[in-house]
């Protein structure tokens, strides 16, 4: 309890008010020097009627009013340098300083995205080498760099599919959809064109291959299937499942978002994967949150080559490096210029800070850190799927439940112990879920102060339900209208009548 005591008297002190509210008649952050040139007449030099005698609602603050009011506003902020960020399938990771160095060393910085190719030589070897990189940890043979987003990532293979099939004569009907997916993947489909069937998953959270069987005919053009499941949970069977495809002439869309789980252990490209996005901040550490900017590599297979976006990135036999915009089959650009190439040059630091053997250790303490959750909250939170976890294990609140206490009321109450929820009622086949990742860059000081929390609420819940249902109550704001703070943020002051 020493981290949630010591969070609660933090949070307790930063109740702060306006900066208008610190506000005092004449006070200054500043004095001007004495003046040092002949006085003037005022309406000689701006008329009367262009003028106002006072500013209504000035805030009139001294510059250590100033400074202590924004530094107690920034440490409301809630963030991954503050402590343990468990959103469930967002992967919020530290993100090593190195990155940030190498996207700020100014010849990469400053490249303007019309310079001719051979300015920027440089620029262009970090593009075809982060290429390299990731075909080789995917396991496919060619990588565009161009999409900005995971979703966009989807919207691009699903494009490449559809033009593909058209090519054959059939650009089909369906995509399938497992209940387990990101919920990214039915929008992306239906941007391409295609209507989803969703399939329900089995007993132990993964895709029921006789299910699947039946449902793939010459009209679904591709399956897309996330990996890891949004239950944390690996499709086992994921080979049998890519043959199924295979057969009928369908694809396999991997949607990789949770490819820390498993990046250098296990290569899509083996397991029949025809094409997967990687969203760069998840596995390779770039920037999160905020609204990007992102980026979402596409990995295809030979089949699906003609059809990548341009240009693509190549390099001459002289070592010299080019855009290839001459590509017919193409289904055209997804961005501008190189995509979002900061993010680009960070994810490429990462992968080579960290090495093979490194990437490969990622995997490993990802599983492990959120194993470790699961066994240490299991006892306190119904676990609904009792397969074995990857990188985020989902409970659900059907213990608490009975006391009337529910998952929204379980997500508030963790912000008195200091950490941001993790993510709730989501995935949408588990009622009341409370879905854990806490990522692989989490000591076990973290972890533990965490499943400290998690199970002082439990027992908060059987032996005092109202505290629960009553927080927040050290926060800033109590609970709030949530779709309306989202859709109809009032983000400026308004002085009081």
């Not at 620029?123 to 966009?152: M, N, Y």
């Amino acid at each position: 309890m020493a981290r949630a005591e010591k969070s609660s008297v933090t949070q307790g002190l930063t109740r702060e008010s306006l900066i208008f509210q610190h506000s005092r008649t004449g006070r200054r952050g500043y004095r001007l020097p004495e003046m040092d040139v002949e006085e003037a007449n005022l309406d000689e030099i701006l008329p009367a009627g262009l003028r106002r005698e006072s500013i209504e609602g000035e805030c009139e603050v001294s510059e250590v009013d100033v400074i202590r009011h924004f530094t107690r506003l920034s440490k409301l902020n809630v963030s991954i340098d503050g402590g343990l960020y468990p959103l469930g399938s967002c992967t919020m990771k530290h993100n090593p300083r190195i990155n940030e160095e190498m996207a700020r060393i100014p010849g990469l910085a400053l490249t303007h995205p019309l310079q001719a190719e051979r300015q920027v030589q440089g620029s262009l070897e970090i593009l075809w080498t982060l290429e390299q990189s990731l075909r080789e940890i995917f396991g496919l043979p060619k990588v565009t760099l161009q999409p900005v987003a995971g979703a966009h990532g989807e919207l691009t293979g699903i494009l490449m599919i559809h033009k593909a099939l058209e090519k054959s004569g059939n650009p089909r009907k369906y995509i399938l959809i497992p209940d387990s997916a990101h919920g990214t993947n039915p929008a992306s489909a239906a941007f391409a064109g295609y209507d989803v069937r969703e399939l329900k998953s089995n007993s132990r959270g993964t895709l029921d291959l006789d299910l699947l069987e039946k449902e793939v005919d010459e009209d679904v053009a591709a399956l897309m299937i996330t990996v890891p499941n949004t239950l944390g949970v690996f499709e086992s069977g994921i080979r049998e499942i890519a043959d199924i495809l295979h057969r009928k002439g369908a694809y396999l869309y991997c949607d990789g978002a949770n490819l820390n789980s498993f990046v250098g252990i296990a290569r899509p490209g083996e397991m029949g994967i025809d094409v997967i996005h990687s969203n760069l901040h998840k596995t390779f550490s770039t920037p999160h949150g905020g609204g990007g900017p992102g980026a979402g590599p596409v990995g295809v297979a030979e089949s699906l080559i003609p059809y990548l976006p341009t240009p693509t990135v190549e390099r001459r036999d002289d070592g010299t490096f080019w855009l290839d915009a001459d590509r017919p089959e193409s289904i055209g650009r997804m961005r501008a210029f190189y995509g979002n190439f900061g993010v680009l040059v960070r994810a490429l630091a990462y992968i080579r800070t960290m090495g093979d053997s490194g990437l490969r250790r990622v995997a490993e303490i990802a599983v492990l850190n959120a194993n470790y959750i699961r066994a240490r909250l299991r006892d306190s939170y119904h676990l609904p799927y009792d397969a074995p976890s990857l990188h985020e294990v989902v409970f659900s609140d059907k213990w608490q439940s009975k006391h009337d206490v529910h998952t929204l009321d379980i997500a508030k109450r963790l912000m008195d112990f200091g950490f941001h929820p993790p993510t709730i009622y989501f995935p949408l086949i588990v009622s009341g879920a409370l879905m854990i990742e806490p990522t692989e860059t989490e000591p076990k000081e973290e972890l533990d102060a965490f499943c400290d929390a998690m199970i002082a609420i439990a027992k908060e819940c059987e032996e005092n339900p109202e505290l629960v249902k009553t927080a927040p109550h050290t926060t800033p704001v109590r609970r709030l209208d949530e779709a309306r703070a989202a859709r109809q943020p009032i983000l400026s002051w308004q002085n009081p009548v």
